[in-house]
């Protein structure tokens, strides 16, 4: 488990699968089953910061990989690396926002 984050920190994985396959995918997969739970929890009348909380569970795994996105980006340079920054970007505010 420790190399997924270090690989993906020190920009040694592929920027497509990167962006593609661990934060588009992976990442909106956390936060939509992290949301959904949270509804359940809110419609069972649990405590609201219980809701919370579950809700916002995946944000530092959220903020980890758009960093890794930029950081592995910068490496690579070009403007295919600068759009995927972009939508990194978009991505955390989306998902954090919604």
């Known amino acids: 488990m420790r190399d997924f ?6 920009g040694q994985v592929p920027l497509d699968r990167l962006f593609w396959c661990d934060m588009l995918l992976v ?3 956390l936060s939509i089953a992290s ?5 359940v929890l809110l419609g ?4 609201l ?10 944000v530092p795994y959220t903020i980890f990989l ?5 950081r592995t980006a910068e490496k690579a340079g070009g403007f295919k690396a600068q759009l995927m920054m972009l939508g990194s970007a ?3 505010i989306t998902t954090v926002v919604v």
């Open 5 to 10: 984050f270090r690989s993906r920190w020190r």
């Open 27 to 29: 990442g909106t997969i």
């Open 35 to 39: 949301s959904a739970l949270a509804l």
């Open 44 to 47: 069972l009348k649990l405590p």
């Open 49 to 58: 910061w219980l809701v919370l909380a579950v809700h916002f569970l995946p």
């Open 66 to 70: 758009t960093v890794a996105v930029w």
């Open 90 to 92: 978009l991505w955390l």
